[in-house]
């Protein structure tokens, strides 16, 4: 699986968008970016994925660059409970593909009031 | 729908002694994982199972075993614990198509389990 790499911390102020973003220059053409979070003692929770359309859902947007080699995890509306660790990881996406999630530092988004 | 939990929640063991965690999920998954986390690091995942009876090894696997016996639990033991072992695991899930691919993981609430 292609290595992500990630800024280790984040500031944004409650109410603004928080825009996170995520290398992956050596990501493979069947290869998904996938987000997670973490928040302080839970368990890891799934965000959004993608392979190379943009994607939205209730929780976020997903921005992937045409050439596929970065990514940006938008939180349109950030608040106090979206303060956590968020990690970028990408995968395969194919049957016979790895399941396996590899998890790296990630980045601590503080969301101040 | 309870999702994935796991027991026990906390967990202090002296060295050498034994212990099981148990995952269970009430999602019909065919997929489960099993993870660690250790202080500022990210999750390594230990070993997996891609499906009743069937288990594989992970990243960090030396002083795990595992049993899937009914697809719906997932068995993590430590035979003989060590100082090293102290972490947070958490178990995950996942549901696949029928193929070998599978979409995103759920997790468990955690155990944190300390050995002295």
Redesign the interface.
């Known amino acids: 699986d292609a290595k992500t790499t990630q800024p280790p911390s984040m500031d944004c102020a409650e109410g603004r968008a928080a825009n996170l973003p995520c290398n992956h220059s050596t990501i493979s053409g069947n290869e998904y970016v996938y987000w997670y979070r973490q928040i302080h003692s839970q368990g890891p929770q799934y965000i959004i994925h993608g392979l190379k359309n943009n994607e939205t859902n209730e929780m976020a947007s997903l921005i992937i660059t045409e050439d596929r080699k970065s990514s940006t995890l938008i939180l349109p509306h950030a608040t106090l409970r979206d303060t956590a660790v968020y990690y970028c990881i990408v995968r395969l996406g194919i049957p016979g593909g790895s399941e396996k999630l590899v998890f790296g530092k990630g980045t601590k988004l503080t969301v101040n009031p | 729908n309870a999702g ?1 939990t796991q027991t026990p929640k906390f967990r202090v063991l002296k060295t050498g002694q034994s212990m099981t965690l148990l995952c269970a999920q009430d999602m019909n998954h065919e ?1 489960m ?1 099993w ?1 660690r986390q250790d202080p ?6 230990i070993h ?1 199972s ?1 499906g009743e009876g069937t288990t594989a090894k ?2 960090v696997p030396d002083g795990y075993n595992v049993s899937r016996l009914k697809k719906q639990n997932f068995l993590l033991g430590l035979e003989s614990a060590a100082p090293s072992q102290t972490s947070v695991y ?1 178990c ?1 899930s ?1 549901y696949s198509t029928g ?12 155990t944190r389990l300390t050995v002295t």
Do not use: I, T
């Not at chain 2, 500022?40 to 995942?45: K, V």
């Not at chain 2, 193929?99 to 609430?109: H, I, K, N, R, V």
């Open positions: 994935v997929y994982y993870y500022g690091m990210g999750l390594r995942l997996y891609v992970g990243e958490f995950a996942s193929g070998a691919f599978s979409y995103e993981q759920y997790f468990g609430p955690g």
